[in-house]
Nanobody, 114 residues
């Protein structure tokens, strides 16, 4: 079983920054990819960013503001979020692909408000 532990969410003012972290632990194969998705109230879950050993991918509204990175030795993925907007308010979920299986974290709340 794989456990994903997210941290770094919270309340931030518009224009501010936050850094999310997600660490994977437990019995698993090597990690193929890690990523972040988010879900706002009343909306579908959407892609924020994903990262493999060779590439990154971002949702359209995140490009230029968010940066995903990964520490393979620690099985940890990070999401640096800058220039945050109220519409970025959502629960952010970590997702990991490993050995043909997919794992989700419990989510961390990000609220952008003045």
């Amino acid at each position: 079983q794989v456990q994903l532990v997210e941290s770094g969410g919270g309340l931030v003012q518009p224009g501010g920054s936050l850094r999310l972290s997600c660490s994977a632990s437990g019995s698993m194969f090597s990690i193929d990819a890690m990523g972040w998705y988010r879900q706002a109230p009343g909306k579908q879950r959407e892609l924020v960013a994903t990262i493999t050993t060779s590439s990154t991918n971002y949702g359209d509204s995140m490009k230029g503001r968010f940066t995903i990175s990964r520490d393979n030795a620690k099985n940890t993925v990070y999401l640096q979020m800058n220039s945050l907007k109220p519409e970025d308010t959502a629960v952010y979920y970590c997702k990991t692909w490993s050995g043909g299986s997919v794992y989700w974290g419990q989510g961390t709340q990000v609220t952008v408000s003045s």
